[in-house]
C-alpha cells in the first residue's frame, strides 16, 4: 500500500512539473509574439508626436530664424506629412515633407507611387537637408505674400498656405491650427523687430528671385516638385470612435492614430483628423 500512495505520489509531482513548464513555455512564446507584432510591420518601433517635436524643433527653428517660416508651422507640417517621422519616405530617404525630384534634382532619389505609380522623390542625407529643401520650395514667386507675414502668425501662414495652393483641402489651415495648439508649437515661434523684420524680408526677396533665375517657371513647374497636398480630413462627430472611422474609410486604427500623432483612443467632438493623404 505504501509504494502505490508514494507512486501516485511520483506521478501526481511529474503532472504538476510538467503542466507548470507547459504554461511558462507558453506564456514566453506569447509575450516574444507579442513583442514582435508590435514592431515587426515598420521594422522598429514608431515615434510618437511629442518625441518627434523634441529631435526636429531646433531645425525648425534655425529655419523661422533664417527665412521667418514659422517654427510651429514647419513643424506641424512635418509631422501630418511624415506621419511623426514614421512613413517611408522619412525613415528610408530622409524625405519629411514628400518633395519630389523635378527637372532640379541632382542627387539621389527613390520611386513611390503618389500621383503616378513610379513617382520620384528626392532622398537627403539627413533629416536638416529635407528641412532646408521644404523651406527653399517655399521660396517661389507663389507663397512670396507668407514671407511678409509675422514670423510668429501662424494662423495668418496656415490660412496663406491653403490659399496659395499648398493643399487641396479646404479645412488644412483648421488642421494645422489645431496641431499646433495641441502639441503648444507656437511656444517655438519667435516675434522679430521692425528692423529685423526687414532685413529678413529682403534676404527672401533674393532667394525668391535667385530661384526663378535658375529654374524658369516653363522649364519646371511647381507640381512636379510637390503636388499640392491631397488629405481627406473628418471632424468627428457624436458618439464616433477609431474603430467606427477606421471602418466607414476602410483605414486601420493605428494608421489614424500615426497621422494624427494620437496615444490613446479619446477622440472629442468636432476634432478634425487626417483619414489619407
Known amino acids: 500500500m505504501k509504494k502505490f500512495f508514494y507512486g501516485m505520489f511520483v506521478f501526481m509531482m511529474l503532472i504538476t512539473s510538467c503542466s507548470s513548464r507547459r504554461g511558462t513555455l507558453s506564456s514566453s512564446k506569447s509575450g516574444s509574439n507579442s513583442k514582435t507584432s508590435s514592431s515587426s510591420s515598420v521594422g522598429r518601433p514608431t515615434m510618437a508626436g511629442n518625441d518627434y517635436i523634441a529631435q526636429y524643433k531646433d531645425i525648425a527653428i534655425a529655419e523661422m530664424n533664417k527665412y521667418g517660416i514659422p517654427a510651429s508651422i514647419k513643424l506641424a507640417q512635418a509631422l501630418l506629412e511624415s506621419g511623426n517621422g514614421n512613413s517611408y519616405l522619412a525613415r528610408e530617404a530622409n524625405n519629411h515633407f514628400g518633395i519630389k525630384c523635378g527637372g532640379v534634382w541632382k542627387g539621389k532619389s527613390v520611386t513611390r507611387p503618389d500621383d503616378n505609380i513610379n513617382d520620384c522623390f528626392r532622398v537627403y542625407d539627413n533629416p536638416q537637408q529635407s528641412f532646408r529643401d521644404h523651406s527653399e520650395f517655399l521660396l517661389r514667386p507663389r507663397y512670396s505674400a507668407l514671407f511678409k507675414l509675422d514670423k510668429d502668425d501662424y494662423k495668418s501662414w496656415a490660412k496663406g498656405l491653403k490659399a496659395a495652393g499648398y493643399a487641396t483641402n479646404p479645412r488644412y489651415p483648421d488642421l494645422l491650427i489645431e496641431m499646433i495648439e495641441r502639441y503648444h508649437l507656437d511656444q517655438y515661434d519667435r516675434r522679430e523687430t521692425p528692423k529685423e523684420k526687414v532685413v529678413r524680408e529682403e534676404v527672401v526677396k533674393e532667394e525668391i528671385v535667385q530661384n526663378v533665375q535658375e529654374t524658369p517657371p516653363a522649364t519646371v513647374k511647381t507640381e512636379e516638385i510637390k503636388s499640392p497636398l491631397a488629405m481627406r480630413i473628418h471632424e468627428v462627430k457624436a458618439q464616433e470612435t477609431l474603430y467606427s472611422l477606421s471602418k466607414l474609410y476602410n ?16 477622440l472629442s ?3 478634425l483628423l487626417v483619414i489619407s493623404k
Request: glycine share 10%; proline share 0%.
Open 251 to 266: 483605414v486601420s486604427v493605428e494608421q489614424i492614430k500615426s497621422l494624427n500623432g494620437l496615444t490613446d483612443e479619446v
Open 269 to 271: 467632438l468636432g476634432q
